[in-house]
């Protein structure tokens, strides 16, 4: 079955960065696109980045110049740099997948990301 497995995510002081993947198992196919979301408490979950596997990427207005989300097709991994952190960036960070092979969809459990001031 395919899974993501999100990582990285911790505590850091605002200023700072932090890295985080997100690993696809079990998927014979590489995504067509990949995403990271995030959903603060009380908030809805929002775009962060998306690429595409054509390499195509997005970002909210947020975090431009600040992240940069990138592809690993070999690994299936997808991973967002996060530099400059600030507070207001604490959520917890969702990976996505859009497999069109499977007709599915597929979402991370989800890994906190807190920013301290």
């Known amino acids: 079955q395919v899974q993501l497995m999100e990582s990285g995510g911790g505590l850091v002081q605002a200023g700072g960065s932090l890295r985080l993947s997100c690993k696809v198992s079990?998927?014979?196919?590489?995504?067509?696109?990949m995403a990271w979301y995030r959903q603060a408490p009380g908030k809805q979950r929002d775009l962060v980045a998306k690429?595409?596997?054509?390499?195509?990427?997005n970002y909210a207005d947020s975090v431009k110049g600040r992240f940069t989300i990138s592809m690993d097709n070999v690994r299936n991994t997808v991973s967002l740099q996060m530099n400059s952190l600030k507070p207001e960036d604490t959520a917890v960070y969702y990976c996505?997948?859009?497999?069109?092979?499977?007709?599915?969809?597929?979402w991370g459990q989800g890994t906190q990301v807190t920013i301290s001031s």
């Open positions: 690429i595409t596997d054509g390499g195509t990427t």
């Open positions: 079990g998927s014979g196919f590489v995504p067509n696109a």
């Open positions: 996505y997948a859009d497999i069109r092979a499977y007709n599915s969809m597929y």
